[in-house]
């Protein structure tokens, strides 16, 4: 990957993402809105309370109060507040309150609203109508399986509007934009010739979420115009989505251009898009050519580790594919270099390793068995990256296809190799007297891949992790008995591990103990559930509520009550105080910096949570632990594994700015999980809209993000 576009190209992109932004960004500024008012407001929606001060506020004389509060409805999430959202949307005199209406009931996620969109549609108002589309497809999105035809009947909805409104000579940006994710969202049968007449927009944008639907939703409707796109059109979002498509579809006809747009685009994005597309394809002509394309720019990859690291990560994938079974020599040799450079940090280059030759995968830890297990043992201990990334390598031959030769011999030796990173806890390892460095990080991965072969002894390691020191091993422990036949003996161990998990600062093995209980299904389990319903996280008490519920031990909803927030008056005062004033981060890392424009109006308690660790040096030395190539880059995460965070959540802030390329969202693993953890989009990422927070979006520097690869380092935030 090249490290970015030129300054006047970025320049140009960031100008373009900001008109993009809809017209929410330039409704009533909150600071109209009386302070104390708005403060009630806040923590409120912060300890996801529905009662009445929220109901006296959705019908104050302010059209900036009720629009304010109708937000908050919708962030809360109570089905409680759908009537008087409904009638707001049909009955308030202001334009601006009746489309956050729309939104919030998307927001809520509940089928009770979906009348009062329906009707919406119908508005004179194209905002209103957009708001309406986007939240009918929230609504449809969320509908259980069972629900089809009601999900069928949302979306025939949401089809004939966008339907009708690309028949136009002039139609609205915001309803076709809005209206293209719905049908992603709510994937209406037929809807694939909809979303191709979008791709004749003179609106790029419009283009690239239209591809971005066709890409998720695997339709081929619009090929033959895509053909065309993916080399002619002037935007790279427009470009690397019709790769995307094109290889989603297993376009064969799409070959010859998508070998050239792999390797000669100038833009990486594209190029990621199309090497990932080859892929689908599955004509063995491309490895030769994209191995010749990955051996050309890995010099400057390994030495310099600039972007073009993610690429060939990409490439790697990609061969492990195209050659898979074949032993490919050249492959493997260019494969083997990367893995001794990469320090075996890279789960890519295993993975391809393996898929390729899992013999040679096998005996390059040696021919005896006892040294093999002693080089993983050290693998582990000191390098836990290269441990976790070569357990992915070993749990990858149990999934080798039935037709390999040897398979049970190879299985066999990996499934002893993966026992061996385990039995490392029962001896006193010490490798040069350097004793053991956040060892245990690696242990899920293993633990994963060991479950993977259904080992004899696969109990007994499970239950002894179970009442290990560290909370994510406790989580992937419990996930994994979870996954096992219903047992007496593993509901009594799960049950006791149920009051150490109440205490942890993370809520993962909490949270995974909750689901592993609630599958057993038995009385003992059910007790335990019971006794969640007294731990202080609201979204635990949710879940064991909902559990409750699923095994007939009746409606506990009663006790999930509200949040019991940490921020206390002058947390929200402090907060609240940066509405209508620039905040900005300059974030340092080893590539460069980039500048975040924090948007404390949309998200102040996000962006006040953010400023707060950033004052602190928390993300000081911190690594990108998640780069996904013309997706995100994420950081945040103190473990460094992707599963860390700063020991509390905060609730979400979800608003309507959308994830334009450069938005920085909260990271999460369910609603109102975030902590930490944030990211910044590569491109568009529509699909996000609605579900994540935007709390700022990266104003200079996108060069730099486009630049960061996994491993890279921050060395400071600055909050001007």
């Not at 809520?108 to 549609?121: Q, W, Y």
């Not at 245990?440 to 004899?456: C, Q, S």
């Amino acid at each position: 990957m090249k490290t970015g576009p030129q300054f006047y190209v970025t320049a140009l992109l960031a100008l373009f993402a900001l008109a993009a932004c809809t017209a929410a960004q330039t409704r009533k500024p909150y600071q109209t809105i009386p302070q104390p008012t708005l403060l009630k407001i806040v923590k409120a929606e912060d300890e996801r309370r529905w009662d009445g001060d929220l109901r006296t506020f959705l019908n104050s004389p302010s059209a900036a109060v009720r629009s304010r509060a109708a937000l908050a409805a919708g962030r809360i999430g109570n089905e409680g507040a759908i009537a008087e959202l409904s009638n707001m949307l049909a009955n308030d005199k202001d334009q601006d309150v009746r489309a956050m209406a729309a939104f919030a009931i998307g927001e809520v996620e509940s089928f009770k609203g979906s009348t009062a969109l329906v009707t919406a549609l119908t508005n004179d108002s194209n905002e209103i109508r957009a708001r309406a589309l986007e939240g009918l497809g929230k609504i449809a999105g969320a509908l259980p399986i069972e629900q089809q035809a009601r999900q069928a009947e949302l979306g025939g909805a949401i089809v004939e509007v966008v339907s009708s409104e690309a028949r136009k000579t002039s139609p609205d940006r915001q309803v076709l934009l809005f209206g293209a994710t719905a049908i992603l969202r709510s994937r209406p049968t037929g809807a694939g010739a909809t979303l191709a007449t979008l791709l004749n927009s003179k609106d790029s944008r419009i283009r690239t979420d239209a591809a971005n639907a066709l890409a998720r939703l695997r339709l081929k409707d619009g090929n033959a115009q895509l053909l065309d796109l993916l080399s002619t059109d002037s935007d790279p979002n427009v470009r690397a989505n019709a790769a995307r498509v094109l290889g989603a579809t297993e376009e064969k006809s799409a070959y010859d251009k998508l070998i050239v747009a792999a390797t000669q685009d100038k833009d990486s994005r594209v190029r990621v898009s199309a090497i990932r597309s080859l892929v689908t394809l599955k004509d063995p002509k491309a490895a030769d050519v994209l191995l010749k394309y990955g051996v050309s720019i890995t010099d400057r990859a390994l030495k310099e580790m600039p972007a073009e690291l993610n690429e060939l990560l990409e490439i790697a994938t990609a061969l492990g594919r195209l050659y898979a079974g074949t032993g490919n020599p050249a492959a493997l040799d260019w494969l083997n270099k990367g893995e001794i450079d990469l320090n075996h940090s890279a789960p890519e280059l295993e993975l391809a390793l393996v898929r390729i030759s899992p013999d040679k995968y096998l005996s390059s830890f040696g021919s005896d068995e006892p040294a093999a297990r002693r080089k993983l043992q050290e693998t582990l201990i000191l390098h836990w990256r290269s441990g976790a990334a070569i357990a992915q390598g070993l749990r990858e031959i149990s999934a080798l296809p039935a037709t390999v030769e040897n398979k049970p011999e190879l299985m066999k030796s990996a499934e002893s190799l993966l026992r061996a990173m385990l039995d490392y806890k029962n001896s006193d390892v010490k490798i040069n007297s350097i004793l053991p460095l956040h060892t245990e990080y690696g242990i899920p991965d293993v633990l994963r891949a060991y479950a993977a072969y259904k080992p004899a002894d696969l109990q007994q390691f499970l239950r002894t992790n179970l009442d290990d020191n560290d909370v994510v091993v406790r989580a992937t422990a419990a996930g994994l008995i979870g996954n096992l036949p219903p047992a007496e003996e593993n509901t009594r161990l799960l049950a006791a591990a149920l009051p150490r998990a109440m205490k942890d600062d993370l809520n993962d093995a909490l949270q995974s103990i909750i689901d592993a209980l609630a599958k057993q299904k038995n009385a003992l389990a059910n007790e335990a559930l019971k006794s969640a319903l007294r731990s202080s996280d609201q979204s635990v008490r949710k879940q064991a509520s909902e559990a409750l519920k699923a095994n007939g031990e009746g409606d506990f909803s009663a006790q999930v009550g509200t949040v019991q927030t940490r921020n206390k008056l002058s947390d929200y005062q402090r907060a609240l105080a940066r509405i209508g004033k620039p905040v900005r981060a300059v974030v340092t890392t080893t590539k460069g910096s980039f500048t975040i424009e924090l948007l404390p109006k949309e998200a102040p308690l996000t962006v006040d949570n953010f400023v707060q660790l950033a004052r602190r040096g928390y993300y000081r030395g911190i690594v990108f632990h998640r780069v996904v190539p013309n997706f995100v880059i994420q950081d945040g995460d103190p473990r460094g594994d992707g599963n860390g965070g700063p020991g509390y959540s905060i609730r979400c802030e979800v608003n309507e700015v959308p994830y334009d390329r450069g938005a920085v969202g909260m990271a999460l693993s369910g609603k109102d999980t975030g902590g930490s953890q944030w990211f910044v989009t590569h491109a568009p990422q529509p699909h996000l809209d609605g579900g994540y927070t935007v709390f700022g979006r990266v104003v200079s520097g996108m060069n730099v993000v486009d630049s960061i690869v996994r491993g890279d380092v921050i060395r400071s935030i600055n909050v001007r």
